[in-house]
């Protein structure tokens, strides 16, 4: 198991074993098997974004939990932030081959990213048929019912990820005061060891945003034009950092609240 990676258990529900009234993964009557996977325990950082790719396109400003401005290296321990789902892809491929790992993603019959050619800032319908082989060993984004059963920490009513007293576990409005990122593991952690499941950035998962009922996979919708995202974020509310709440956009949008974090199948 790499270094930063925790195992999830996984999961078999089925009709309203597990019905939850406030969450938006597991309704009544949905049955869903999440296998065993492992979750970074932290969002991807500035500095390993750069590592993988070459360079920082973050655009938030950087602080320490203490509130101290942070520029340059001093800023990698921040979470990445100004990347669209498709940059998000490219990384989990290009870390992937970097660890000797077979990637998740293929586009184009091409699992190596270079023969993607440049990364879209508009949509783009050979990047929206990206498939993910979710049986391979190498780095992917989590789907919707992966984050959200890992974001809960074992908990199935727990408000945030870790507590329901959204101050002990997250970075947003009332305690950035607008101002930023903040370094990444510097709230409590929960009850599965992750850390900033709810807050500081939101996160990019796989599926495609569309109405979940009793008969959607536990990939998600098949196909959309929009990209779900979890977990809130440093100048936002706290309801958007409850573990249940839902957020998305399109795939080329970039903006200084969506970052990632990265997990692997457990086969």
């Known amino acids: 198991m790499d270094d930063g990676f925790l195992l999830i258990p996984g999961i078999s529900i089925t009709g309203t074993e597990f019905w939850n009234p406030s969450s938006s993964v597991f309704v009544s009557g949905r049955s869903l098997e999440i296998k065993p996977f492992f979750m970074s325990d932290h969002e991807v950082t500035r500095a390993e974004y750069k590592k993988v790719i070459g360079s920082d396109p973050s655009t938030a400003d950087a602080y320490d939990k203490d509130g101290n401005n942070l520029t340059g290296d001093d800023a990698g321990n921040n979470p990445v932030n100004g990347i669209n789902w498709y940059d998000a892809i490219v990384y989990c491929n290009k870390l992937s081959l970097k660890r000797n ?21 508009s949509n783009d319908a050979t990047w ?28 199935d009513h727990t408000t945030y990820a870790g507590s329901d007293n959204i101050d002990d576990v997250a970075w947003y409005t009332s305690n950035t005061h607008d101002t930023g990122t903040r370094d990444v593991k510097t709230k409590k952690k929960n009850g599965y060891g992750l850390y900033d499941m709810s807050g500081n950035v939101w996160e990019w998962g796989w599926d ?3 109405l979940i009922t009793n008969s959607t996979p536990a990939s998600g919708s098949a196909s959309g034009p929009l990209r779900c995202f979890r977990g809130g974020f440093w100048y936002g509310y706290a309801n958007f950092a409850e573990v249940a709440y839902r957020y998305y956009t ?10 990632f974090r990265v997990v692997r199948s457990a086969n």
């Open 250 to 259: 399109y795939p080329y949008y970039r903006i200084n609240v969506i970052g």
């Open 208 to 210: 495609w945003y569309g």
């Open 128 to 155: 929206n048929a990206a498939v993910c082989d979710f049986d391979a060993d190498g780095y992917r984004l989590p789907t919707e019912a992966e984050w959200e059963w890992a974001a809960r920490g074992g908990n």
């Open 101 to 121: 790992y077979t990637p998740c993603y293929k586009i184009s019959g091409s699992t190596n990213p270079d023969d993607w050619g440049a990364v879209p800032s």
